[in-house]
């Protein structure tokens, strides 16, 4: 026995020094996984997020942390319809999944993956979440317009899918910065009654809109371009719109441009052509000039 304890090699492993250095730093990050309060941390920031946005006290059931793929799991996250300026049931999502990335430095705070699924959209998307701020960066997001029309103002219908860029930060007195890209290619207007018109369904197709918005609450719309030469519908305009946070549908619109509709649309909807003979025309387009809210968007002729 005294022989074989003696023949035991006692020596450490002959490791490099960088495979040294990575399996401590894999060790350290291990233990830090493991003793470090995550879950707690991560409640405390969110209960300080879900602050950031004024009439919208978003909830949850539970948060846990997971070893495996280290990431912070909010159960049953609910989001009240007023949070978009809608009455009635919340929008509930069963699990928001956040992968742990380290730390930012703009904001400062822990930074995270953030997978989940909204209105059966699979969602993702880069958070911060910093002292008294949220970062969200989404990029190629794509939204199916089917799924949001309960956001959308009473009757209105819409088909296709919107890819979605944007970068938002949020404080508690609200969003105070806002950059936004928003596109489609098979954006549609499906059968519907719109202000009196029976329309069958429309394939307008091209969709862009750029948008950006600071900390005025002024959103300044640069581009917002319809359709194509081949569309029933084109159009284009600009502007800013006045956002109110808490009724986002009470919004003021200051926006314009012009629209063209092609002559097969006239030609079927005739009353178009008398009802639009009251703004000024150049070329083929109508220039208009959009104000009111966007619930309720009131059209003049634009002035010039």
């Not at 862009?208 to 609450?217: C, E, Q, T």
């Amino acid at each position: 026995m005294k022989e074989a304890t003696e023949n035991v090699d006692y020596d450490l492993p002959k490791l490099t020094k960088s495979k040294w250095s990575t399996y401590l730093a894999g060790m350290f990050f291990i233990s830090f996984l493991l003793y470090f309060p995550i879950s707690s941390q991560v409640e405390s920031l969110m209960r300080k997020a879900m602050g950031s946005a004024p009439g919208c006290p978003i909830s949850y059931q539970d948060i846990g942390f997971e070893l495996f793929m280290p990431k912070v799991v909010v159960s049953k996250l609910s989001l009240p319809a007023s949070c978009f300026g809608k009455p009635g049931a919340p929008i509930v999502m069963d699990n928001l999944y956040l992968y742990i990335r380290g730390i930012n430095f703009a904001p400062f705070g822990p930074h995270f993956k953030v997978q989940t699924e909204f209105l059966k959209n699979p969602i993702e998307a880069f958070i911060t979440l910093g002292f008294g701020t949220v970062a969200v960066n989404m990029d190629k997001t794509k939204i199916a317009l089917p799924t949001i029309s309960e956001f959308l103002p009473a009757g209105i219908k819409l088909a296709g899918d919107l890819n979605v860029d944007t970068l938002v930060k949020a404080q508690q007195r609200g969003i105070d910065e806002l950059n936004l890209k928003v596109t489609s290619k098979n954006f549609a207007l499906p059968a519907q009654n719109i202000m009196g018109f029976a329309l069958s369904r429309l394939n307008i197709d091209n969709l862009l809109l750029m948008a950006k918005m600071g900390d005025d609450n002024v959103l300044k719309v640069s581009e917002l371009i319809i359709g194509d030469a081949d569309s029933p519908i084109r159009g284009n305009m600009r502007g800013t719109i006045r956002v109110n946070q808490r009724s986002p549908e009470a919004s003021q619109l200051n926006l314009v441009g012009e629209v063209a509709f092609s002559q097969e649309f006239i030609d079927k909807y005739s009353i178009i052509g008398m009802v639009m003979n009251q703004f000024d025309k150049k070329d083929d387009f109508y220039q208009i000039q959009l104000g009111g809210t966007l619930a309720m968007p009131i059209p003049s002729s634009r002035k010039k």
